[in-house]
Nanobody, 129 residues
């Protein structure tokens, strides 16, 4: 069984930065795929990024490309989402998710939420002045 716990959300002014953490515990394989999603009130859950544990490849939605970056700290068993140049439209609950047996190169297509088997509880990010 795998557990995911997000943290690091909060209130930030436009143009500011936040770093979200996705701490993993339990069974996780070197072949795992971790995805980041967000959901704003009244909207569908949106895929924004993924990282493949096998080769550290990453991918981003156009809405966050060049502003967000995802990386992994093996020692801490944690995946981070660094968010810079934040905008009010980035306001949402942010989730991390995992698939423990992904297809090769699947991160290149930025899989939808149905591809993931494990989810964290989410962390709120609010961008406002």
């Amino acid at each position: 069984q795998l557990q995911l716990v997000e943290s690091g959300g909060g209130l930030v002014q436009p143009g500011g930065s936040l770093r979200l953490s996705c701490a993993t515990s339990g069974r996780i394989l070197d072949s795992a795929l971790i995805g980041w999603f967000r959901q704003a009130p009244g909207k569908e859950r949106e895929r924004i990024s993924c990282i493949d544990y096998r080769d550290y490849s990453t991918n981003y939605a156009n809405s966050v490309k060049d502003r967000f970056s995802v990386y992994r700290d093996n020692a801490k068993k944690t995946v981070y989402l660094q968010m810079d140049s934040l905008k009010p439209e980035d306001t949402a609950v942010y989730y991390c998710a995992a698939n423990l047996n992904p297809y090769p190169d699947i991160c290149t297509v930025l899989p939808e939420k149905g591809y993931y088997d494990y989810w964290g509880q989410g962390t709120q990010v609010t961008v406002s002045s």
